[in-house]
């Protein structure tokens, strides 16, 4: 099946900071999501975005279907966007995810 | 509204209680699917619900038992579990089997 391999695993910044996670897929996407998991363990919908660019305020994301990665961008990092972001795939068969290892984030004040 | 609910938010229980899990959506999404989660691990898909039916069951023990009562509700009734049961339990619903997934809260489980 498809792997999903995102980076990096772990990433510190200073509050105000900007940063850019990757994810790279093995085969092709039709079905792209990124997710942020706070610290309580909430899955927030951050972006659906099999390709193209989406923005939504600090956040965007970039997905290159083509040359098989997508790119979350988070400017001016606060400490609420502290936790672990997810890059998801989601079979075009079954409707199963398939998770990356994910990025686990921290942003210090 | 975009909200999954999930109930409760935390459980603990015995090896030999029975229990449930409950999630409730009212997106009028038709697909409900129940994760497992460990420590600084992703989530783990245990069981997809389409329709109400169940279309996917990725071999989990029996101990776990799924149950969708409507299009709004899905049930996990827990049985015998192990400490190594202990996770966090997701629940996500879409609007088809392939769409865009939300997700609950999740309900943080500990066997003792």
């Known amino acids: 099946g498809i792997q999903v391999e995102q980076s990096p695993p772990d990433l510190i910044l200073q509050e105000g900071a900007n940063s850019t996670l990757r994810c790279n897929f093995s085969?092709?996407?039709?079905?792209l999501q990124w997710f942020h998991q706070n610290p309580w363990g909430q899955l927030i919908n951050l972006f659906y975005?099999?390709?193209g660019t989406k923005q939504n305020g600090r956040l965007s994301a970039t997905t290159v279907a083509t040359e098989r990665y997508s790119l979350l961008y988070i400017s001016s990092s606060q400490t609420t966007d502290s936790g672990v972001y997810f890059c998801v795939h989601g079979s075009s068969n079954t409707g199963k995810l398939i998770f990356g290892q994910g990025t686990t984030l921290q942003v210090k004040p | 509204d975009t909200e999954v609910t999930q109930t409760p938010k935390h459980l603990v229980m015995g090896m030999t209680n029975k229990k449930s899990l409950k999630c409730e959506q009212h997106m009028g999404h038709r697909a409900m699917y129940w994760y497992k989660q460990k420590a600084k691990k992703p989530p783990e898909l245990m069981f997809v619900?389409?329709?109400?039916?169940?279309?996917i069951n990725e071999s989990v023990p029996s101990r776990f038992s799924p149950e969708c009562p409507n299009s709004s509700l899905l049930n996990l009734h827990l049985h015998a579990l192990q400490p190594e049961d202990s996770a966090l339990y997701l629940c996500?619903?879409?609007?088809?089997?392939?769409?865009?997934?939300?997700f609950g809260p999740g309900t943080r489980l500990t066997v003792t």
């Open positions: 085969d092709s996407v039709n079905n």
């Open positions: 975005i099999p390709s």
């Open positions: 996500a619903s879409s609007q088809a089997r392939k769409g865009e997934q939300y």
């Open positions: 619900y389409s329709y109400e039916k169940l279309s």
